[in-house]
């Protein structure tokens, strides 16, 4: 199964019994979905819908995951919208704007409407005007969300905890509302460009996350979502604990691959139980940083191995898709404007995914 998202990935690699490097560009914002990744031939294949039509063969099919079928593959991605209530009762409740954000493309025929990225407790915001499932009343108001989404496509939302690129505001000058910021966290108390550094998640609150993780799946589950995804990459916590780059740990969160994935893991196995189980998981990742061995940078960094590893054990803790990009990880990366090269499926061995 493969999730292409947006003009950023770079890497897609689950298929019948074969490794797939492919070089995704201007495609715009829908995210498109493949059953199968055999009509994709080459590394190099143009785009254009003209010259490769073979790689949309499977785009208007229906795909079903666990109990759940949505019309075809043509999805909404999760999009930031800085609009949520900014305080007071309804902190972090969806508002009438999201209701016609996200219910203008169900109403239309998207078959899969995300959520953008919803916070799981107010330290995980990126901003005030994020939303957030860490309490009733934003579950409630996500019910009319959902209610209205389901009449055309399947409802789903996304998780994320900002961790040190959190407290950033809103991204043009607010006249409503002065700066407002907050202590940050993260995997190690290192900072992400110019941003503050953020303490370091002691393992009790390493724990804490896992859990907070956990009770909003269990809220977008009597929100009445159908899908849900976690955010791991991008440079927020999952992503910073399993990066060498952001991650400098040395207790059982840190050093080995083993370890830097142990917190991603236990996210994904504790909301996999708390998630009914005929709906499905989704799991976002950046399948480089862009640095390491993927290219010349010599800064550690994670790799499109260490993600292929990765994938081999989500699926078995029953993630049911992955949503690939890249990157966003390490401030002043260089991402080359061509496919990493085929010596990439020399190196990573074929993944099994149906």
Not at 64 to 88: I, N
Not at 126 to 136: K, Q, T
Request: contains cysteine; charged residues 20%; proline residues 7%.
């Amino acid at each position: 199964m493969v999730a292409v998202d947006r003009a950023r990935t770079t890497e897609c690699f689950f298929g019948p019994g074969e490794y797939l490097l492919h070089n995704i560009e201007n495609i715009g914002e829908t995210e498109l979905i493949f059953s199968t990744v055999e009509h994709l031939e080459s590394a190099n294949a143009a785009l254009p819908l003209d010259q490769n039509q073979d790689s949309y063969a499977h785009l208007f099919n229906p795909l079903t995951l666990r109990e759940v079928t949505s019309a075809h593959r043509a999805w909404m991605s999760p999009m930031m919208q800085f609009a949520a209530a900014p305080d007071g009762d309804d902190v972090g409740t969806p508002l009438d704007w999201h209701l016609q954000h996200l219910g203008s493309p169900a109403a239309a025929g998207v078959a899969l409407v995300m959520v953008e990225a919803t916070a799981i407790d107010p330290v995980g915001r990126s901003r005030v005007y994020d939303v957030g499932l860490w309490n009733d009343r934003q579950t409630m108001a996500f019910r009319r969300i959902a209610d209205f989404s389901a009449q055309g496509s399947v409802p789903g939302i996304q998780l994320v905890h900002a961790g040190r690129k959190g407290s950033t505001g809103r991204p043009w000058p607010d006249a409503d509302r002065g700066p407002e910021t907050w202590g940050t966290v993260g995997a190690s108390p290192l900072s992400f460009g110019r941003l503050p550094s953020p303490s370091e998640l002691s393992i009790d609150e390493v724990e804490s996350i896992v859990q907070s993780f956990a009770a909003s799946a269990r809220r977008a589950a009597v929100a009445g979502f159908k899908v849900l995804k976690l955010h791991g990459g991008h440079g927020y916590p999952i992503h910073q604990f399993l990066s060498p780059n952001s991650n400098i740990r040395t207790d059982r969160y840190g050093g080995s691959l083993e370890n830097r994935m142990r917190f991603g893991l236990d996210v994904v196995r504790t909301v996999r139980q708390s998630w009914p189980a005929g709906l499905p998981l989704f799991f976002r990742a950046s399948a480089t940083d862009w640095l390491g061995s993927d290219t010349d940078d010599p800064r550690p960094g994670w790799t499109v191995d260490d993600t292929v590893e990765l994938a081999s054990r989500l699926k078995e803790l029953g993630v049911d898709l992955m949503d690939v990009s890249s990157g966003r990880s390490a401030p002043h990366a260089r991402i080359p404007r061509s496919p990493l090269g085929s010596a990439r499926r020399s190196r990573s061995p074929p993944l099994q995914w149906e």
